[in-house]
């Protein structure tokens, strides 16, 4: 898990800096659509993410 003192030390800098820095690490890129944005205007989302992959169905199942 996180500490909250990497979230903290992340929240500082550009999210362009650490794209770059993901991407040559990673070897790929690493990054969110730009359409991705925050509900709130001048915010920044930081904190862990967990990555989903969401496949077509043909269930219909409603919001949970």
Not at 8 to 35: F, I, N, P, Q, W
Request: proline share 8%; with cysteine; net charge neutral.
């Amino acid at each position: 898990m996180f500490s909250k003192d990497i979230i903290e030390r992340y929240s500082k800098l550009a999210t362009a800096s650490v794209a770059d820095a993901a991407d040559k690490v990673v070897g790929r890129t690493c990054y969110m659509s730009h359409e991705i944005k925050p509900r709130i205007n001048d915010k920044k989302v930081v904190g862990p993410a967990i990555t989903v992959h969401e496949g077509p169905t043909d269930e219909f199942l409603p919001p949970s």
